[in-house]
């Protein structure tokens, strides 16, 4: 339930209203726009006639259900768009964020040639995988730490704040030192514990969509980050599991332009593992910024061929720099600018 408050409502007006809430064992959370304040109601049991209960309060303009199982990340709950701040990287103001980067670090060669493209080109953070999710255990699966200390290298020189995966709630600390972003990866958008975990932290979440997930259990897994406290959570449609073989997973752009009506967070595109061909990885990334998305993360990397991980859905360093402005001419027919970096 949400409860608007009128223009002319007091604090004293809202302050009534919360302890009223905390009577019922209910928490109020305050979303103050410029014009009103909007209290969210969140709980286990809303009593059916605490919407009435409520309306009576001196300075409440109305109440509302909201009948979406997920409250804190619904767009009724907070109507104006969230921005999460990464080191002065906005993602959700309007603005077209660029992620780039190689889908592991592999060698310090590898990230620092990477990041120095990456950069020249435009894009506004360096992503890179120390801890990869692997769906086979005989493939490479990251250089852990030491892959940390050369993102945050990487980092030091260009500026580039960096985004890059954690896979179990043990190893949040560690990887909180280092990245900017915490990624969590499609294979673990339902691990609950992690979520939790790294809604504890406060920092920035990249919250991709699980392989087989609906819109609604992302929404709900994003739910219980900022149930943690922690509203700076950014949604990642990566493409999701279809009976077409041909490309490596179905990208979902319904989920782009739904996931911004049904919620306030930012979402941004994935066109690489979205499809798993990097020729195709242009024509998804421009048609996911008109369809709305607020950025795009892409892998990159000097070497695909060669690449330890996902060489076939890597942009060459000169085909990301080729692609920038034409995405950047699709958001500027939208209106739209690309993000300052
Ligand atoms: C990745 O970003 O390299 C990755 C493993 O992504 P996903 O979790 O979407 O498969
Ligand atoms: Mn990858």
Known sequence: MIVIMRATATEGNIDTILQRLKEHQLQGRLIRGEERTIIGVVGAAIPPTLQEEIERFEGVQETARI?????????????????????????????????????????????????????????????????????????????????????????????????TEVMTPTDVALVARYADVLQIGARNMQNYQLLEEVGRTGMPVLLKRGLSATIEEWLLSAEYVIAQGNPNVILCERGIRTFETATRNTM??????LAKRRSHLPVIADPSHGTGKWYLVPPLALASVAAGADGLIMEIHPDPDRARSDGGQSLTLENFAALMPRVAAVAGALGRRMAEH
């Open 67 to 163: 009948t979406r199982p997920y409250k804190l990340a619904a767009r009724e709950f907070h109507p104006h768009d969230t921005v999460v701040d990464v080191r002065g990287v906005k993602v959700g103001d309007g603005s077209c964020v660029v992620i780039a980067g190689p889908c592991a670090v592999e060698s310090e060669e590898q990230i620092m040639h990477t990041a120095r493209a990456a950069r020249e080109a435009g894009a506004n953070m360096l992503r890179g995988g120390a801890f990869k999710p692997r769906s086979s255990p005989y493939t490479f699966r990251g250089m852990g730490e030491e892959a940390l200390q050369l993102m945050a290298k990487a980092r030091a020189e260009t500026g580039l704040p960096i985004v």
């Open 252 to 257: 979902d752009l319904n989920a782009v332009a």
